[in-house]
């Protein structure tokens, strides 16, 4: 596809996040059964929950566009969640380990914090206003995930993972 307006680049980053969203579901029953701290593993098993529902606003946007989203696969995720199953699979101390969980978690809510906000932005320009407001429910629900594993971290993992 050439890339010929902000919509063109609207749509495909649309069709990104899309393959972002599946992929994060799978990968997070991983993180989850990783995780030795169960706030932690509840954190994950939550989450599931919302990035499905990300994943269905995302189609139900990309339908009401007639954009198909295709066989498009997002590279980064693909590495971010590649990077989540590497620290998955570390061995030594749970609490190190959970530490670690948690960095490559944030990583992944950075990268979709960035790109909702972005899509966001351009859905306003565009003239998208109702999927303009769903972009920014799915980013403030980014936020909040994130703020979750900060809790987390800084609460006590960290400090655990410390000593």
């Excluded at 499905?52 to 566009?65: G, S």
């Amino acid at each position: 596809m050439n890339l010929d307006s902000l919509r063109d680049v609207f749509h495909e980053q649309l069709k990104d996040m899309y393959s972002a969203e599946k992929q994060l579901t799978e990968a997070l029953p991983k993180l989850a059964q990783a995780a030795s701290s169960s706030e932690l593993q509840q954190a994950f098993e939550d989450h599931l929950q919302v990035t499905k529902q990300q994943m269905e606003t995302v189609r139900q946007i990309l339908d009401q566009m007639d954009v198909n989203p295709g066989n498009k696969k997002c590279a980064a995720m693909e590495g971010l969640v590649e990077e989540g199953n590497e620290m998955a699979k570390e061995k030594g101390d749970p609490d190190a380990r959970d530490a670690g969980l948690i960095c490559a978690a944030q990583k992944v809510e950075h990268y979709e914090i960035a790109t909702y906000g972005s899509l966001r932005t351009w859905a306003k320009l565009l003239g998208e206003t109702e999927v303009a407001q769903t972009l920014q429910e799915i980013l403030d629900q980014e936020y909040d995930a994130d703020n979750l594993l900060d809790q987390l971290a800084e609460g006590y993992l960290n400090q655990k993972a410390k000593n």
